[in-house]
């Protein structure tokens, strides 16, 4: 072959390299996220909504605390340069409105998230909005019971002052690798206190768990083959030489996991699967079952 033919060929090599990474990026999109508060409600729902998209990418922009307009240039600047889908949450109807005329010059979408919300409360209730930014994180007694609880989980957290457990709302108990500890977290940010208590073979557990008069107490297990696949994934993580064999061996997992059935059946305490829920859907399963054993005991409160 020619030099000149060599040549064509890389020109065609390098053109549908370029073309292959135009179609690529076809894939992605730029999502602003604007909010004068801390940006936590545009993710959630921005989160639940691409989601549903398989075959695309968002890149994020989030810009909290955007309370004026020099706060609005650097946001503006941001859109400008890389256009897409505007989200916001704007109680200021100056910033609101500058916000929103430079997306229709720009031609971006944008949407409020929270007006089609308000326009239905006030219709219903027929009350005035009151515009404060960020009302939902005041430093109320809903904000410091939260703290309270979150205090509480991680001073509890893998059974650990266990002789407290008595002033727990939910008490989790399993074996290692069946998610304990983030699930208390996320009770804990709810105002549950919560404390897990691992399940480990040959070990008893705690007299003092056997004879709790106030905490729900919630067994969690998963299929032998999720909680190997984990802790085959955590040992690799840790870099762990000398780590014990039956940990990741199946039938000493299939073991434990028959033992946390027979202790859960044994004390009547409610068990759930987590092998396909999240963290969230089992946090939900919870909070429904305390809900339930709230309203059979008396006295007991949240």
Known sequence: MSLNGKSGEFSRIINRVGDDCVNKSRNYFHLHLVSD?????????????????????????????????????????????????????????????????????????????LTPVFSVFQSYLNVTQTHRIGGQHELDAEYFKRIEAMNYTMLHDDGQVWEDLEGADIVLVGISRTSKTPTCIYLANRGIKAANVPLVPDIPLPAHLLNLKKPLVVGLVASAERIQQVRRNRVLSLQAENYNDTYVDRKEIAREINMARRLCSDNGWPLIDVTRRSIEETAAEIMALYRTYKAEIPGITI
């Open 37 to 113: 508060s801390t940006g936590e409600t545009l993710m959630t729902v921005a989160r639940a909504a691409t989601v549903q998209y398989e075959d695309v990418q968002e890149i994020e922009h989030v810009y909290p605390l955007v309370r004026t307009q020099k706060q609005l240039d650097r946001v503006i600047s941001e859109i400008e340069s890389a256009p897409g889908i505007v989200l916001y949450t704007l109680v200021d109807q100056g910033i609101s409105d500058r916000l929103e005329r430079t997306c229709r010059d720009l031609g971006v979408p944008f949407v409020n998230i």
